[in-house]
């Protein structure tokens, strides 16, 4: 059957009924019914989805940094800054001293947020979710699920768990990504890097997070000279084993020695014996993370197998190492063991990966473990 074509006439009429439905649908998205047109992003990237706040109309009031931050600052921006006693008042009342806490808020003005918002939304909300809950459109597809912003936890900022980490932290972290996940590394402006830092600070509950005074922030945990650069690599890797076996990373992590020459390495008696699952990693039900009110269990990686989230080399895997990772059951290890040792575990794990990881002969050398007398 040979098509029909549209007369003149009707097709002027299809047109205009075309943009009248067009011009009803803009009209409902824009509000409709009278009501003012709901403000949208201006992002030349995106449309907002239907219905999604977009404009942040609130300020809001987080723990700052410290006082040693606003001293810096203060000294740095004289005219900025007076005296009152021992404390500094701003006069752009972005830094307020509180007698109450004995702490500085920083008060994140709304038009600041609403930019932060909207290019969370642009950019973060399919994993993380719109309300930052770690349950976006992608997120019930991956395993870990992303990051629920609403905890104030994160695992690779390299600030010692016990503390938030600082804007600069949160920052290289989203520029770097998170190897082996979906979180890939975002080049994306600096400022814009810190107005999304500050709405995903803004999501903290009251009193948790950003918004308890009792919270600190910490800085990138410190890092001192390598003690073995320069020297044979064989020299730290059998350091790093020697350290990594003798302060059990292995009741974690999997054990890369046999049984016999753990107890050789650990100084024990040779009679000895561990339970089936040495060589392999345990899984950590009780991690504090949780996405819609379920607690993500956590499998510490095997460094012959996985890929390290955010340790490509040994100065990144000293830093993980000596901060450890908040929630997870990884403690911070720097002034627990002596920074020679974590530098030289460091170089053990990373050593294990560039040998093992997706080579042919990982299988013999893992099963060769296993089936020591």
């Not at 074509?5 to 509000?31: F, I, M, Y």
């Not at 109450?100 to 993380?128: K, M, N």
């Amino acid at each position: 059957m040979k098509p029909r074509h549209l007369r003149p006439a009707a097709a002027l009429l299809l047109v205009a009924g075309l943009t009248g439905s067009l011009q009803a649908v803009q009209h409902a998205e824009e509000g409709g019914h009278g009501q003012a047109a709901a403000p949208v992003a201006t992002s030349p990237f995106a449309r907002p989805p239907l219905h999604v706040p977009m404009v942040i109309t609130e300020p809001a009031r987080l723990v700052s940094p410290g006082e040693e931050y606003v001293d810096a600052l203060a000294e740095k921006d004289v005219g900025r800054f007076r005296k009152d006693g021992e404390h500094w008042v701003d006069s752009r009342g972005e830094f307020t001293w509180d007698d109450d806490e004995e702490i500085y808020w920083q008060t994140v003005p709304a038009d600041v947020l609403t930019r932060g918002r909207q290019d969370f939304v642009q950019f973060c909300s399919s994993c993380h979710g719109l309300d930052g809950d770690g349950y976006g459109r992608s997120a019930q597809h991956l395993r870990p699920p992303p990051r629920s912003f609403l905890q104030s936890t994160f695992k690779f900022t390299k600030v010692p768990s016990d503390k938030l980490p600082n804007d600069a932290s949160l920052i290289k972290l989203v520029k770097h990504g998170l190897d082996g996940t979906p979180m890939y590394p975002w080049a994306i402006s600096e400022e814009r890097l810190g107005n999304i830092v500050q709405y995903i600070k803004s999501l903290s509950p009251e009193d948790t997070g950003w918004r308890d005074p009792a919270n600190e922030i910490g800085d990138i945990v410190e890092t001192g000279a390598d003690p073995w650069a320069g020297k044979p690599p064989a020299e730290a890797f059998a350091a790093g084993e020697l350290a990594y076996h003798k302060n059990q990373c292995y009741s974690c992590h999997p054990a890369y020695v046999t049984p016999e020459r753990l107890n050789e390495l650990r100084g024990v008696d040779a009679k000895t014996t561990y339970g089936a699952d040495l060589t392999f990693p345990k899984l950590k039900k009780d991690s504090s993370y949780e996405v819609q009110g379920y607690h993500v269990a956590i499998l510490p990686p095997d460094f012959t197998w996985n890929t390290m989230r955010y340790s490509r080399d040994p100065l990144e895997t000293y830093q993980t190492i000596a901060a450890g990772i908040g929630g997870a059951g990884m403690p911070t290890w720097k002034g627990a063991m002596p920074d020679q040792d974590i530098w030289a575990i460091a170089h053990y794990v990373r050593h294990l990966t560039d040998t093992w990881k997706d080579k042919p002969g990982r299988a013999a050398f893992m099963a060769g473990l296993r089936k020591a007398p």
